[in-house]
T-cell receptor, first 110, second 114 residues
Framework: GESVGLHLPTLSVQEGDNSIINCAYSNSASDYFIWYKQESGKGPQFIIDIRSNMDKRQGQRVTVLLNKTVKHLSLQIAATQPGDSAVYFCAEPYGNKLVFGAGTILRVKS | DAGVTQSPTHLIKTRGQQVTLRCSPKSGHDTVSWYQQALGQGPQFIFQYYEEEERQRGNFPDRFSGHQFPNYSSELNVNALLLGDSALYLC?????????????FGPGTRLTVL
C-alpha cells in the first residue's frame, strides 16, 4: 500500500545547530518527493523537492538527500533558527494526490 | 503574485448542518485539490478538480462534494456534518502538465462541528 512515514515525531535542536529530519517511503516506483513546512495555524509551505534521478538537492539552508536503495529521504536544515520551528512533512504523489507522512515537530531552543 | 486563498478562516457548525468552503488558486494554476487535516496528523486527500471535473477522489464519503468554476476557483461542500468532520480543510493548487506536480497550499479553513 501507499505509505510515507517519519522516524522521529519530535526533534529538539539548539539554535545554530543543524537539523536532520528523516522520512521513509514504501513505493519503489515513486519518482518525486516533496518537503513541506507547516507552522502553527497555517497551511503547508513548499520547501524543496527532489526527483528520483537525483541523490541530493540543495536550497537556501536546506538540503534533501534521497537514498533509493533503502527508500529513505532526509531534510537537512543548516544553522537552525527559531523561525524554523514547525511541523515538517514529506509527501509523495500518487496519481494526482499527495500522500503525507505523520510529520516531525521541530523545536528550536534559543 | 497572488497565492492560494481560502474562506472563511474559521467556521462553527452543529451536527447535521451543511457547510461550503471556498478556494481561489494561485495565479496561473488551473487545478485545485482539497485535503482534510485532523489535529496532529498529516493532510488527507479528499479530491482534485481540473477542467471543472472531479479527476481523482480519496477515501471520503459522498457527503463530501465539490465544484470548480470556469475561473478555476473551487468549493468544497460537506453535508450532514458529523463531529468527526472537525478539522482543518486545506486547498492546494497546481498547474496541470507543469514540470512538477508541486501543489501549493492555502492557509486553510478551520471547521468545528459541535
Amino acid at each position: 500500500g501507499e505509505s510515507v512515514g517519519l522516524h522521529l515525531p519530535t526533534l529538539s535542536v539548539q539554535e545554530g545547530d543543524n537539523s536532520i529530519i528523516n522520512c521513509a517511503y514504501s513505493n519503489s516506483a515513486s519518482d518525486y518527493f516533496i518537503w513541506y513546512k507547516q507552522e502553527s495555524g497555517k497551511g503547508p509551505q513548499f520547501i524543496i523537492d527532489i526527483r528520483s534521478n537525483m541523490d541530493k538537492r540543495q536550497g537556501q539552508r536546506v538540503t534533501v538527500l534521497l537514498n533509493k536503495t533503502v527508500k529513505h529521504l532526509s531534510l537537512q536544515i543548516a544553522a537552525t533558527q527559531p523561525g524554523d520551528s514547525a511541523v515538517y512533512f514529506c509527501a509523495e504523489p500518487y496519481g494526482n494526490k499527495l500522500v503525507f507522512g505523520a510529520g516531525t515537530i521541530l523545536r528550536v531552543k534559543s | 503574485d497572488a497565492g492560494v486563498t481560502q474562506s472563511p478562516t474559521h467556521l462553527i457548525k452543529t451536527r447535521g448542518q451543511q457547510v461550503t468552503l471556498r478556494c481561489s488558486p494561485k495565479s496561473g494554476h488551473d487545478t485545485v485539490s482539497w485535503y482534510q487535516q485532523a489535529l496532529g496528523q498529516g493532510p488527507q486527500f479528499i479530491f482534485q478538480y481540473y477542467e471543472e471535473e472531479e479527476r481523482q477522489r480519496g477515501n471520503f464519503p459522498d457527503r463530501f462534494s465539490g465544484h470548480q468554476f470556469p475561473n478555476y476557483s473551487s468549493e468544497l461542500n460537506v453535508n450532514a456534518l458529523l463531529l468527526g468532520d472537525s478539522a482543518l480543510y486545506l486547498c492546494a493548487s497546481s498547474l496541470a502538465g507543469g514540470f512538477t506536480d508541486t501543489q501549493y497550499f492555502g492557509p486553510g479553513t478551520r471547521l468545528t462541528v459541535l
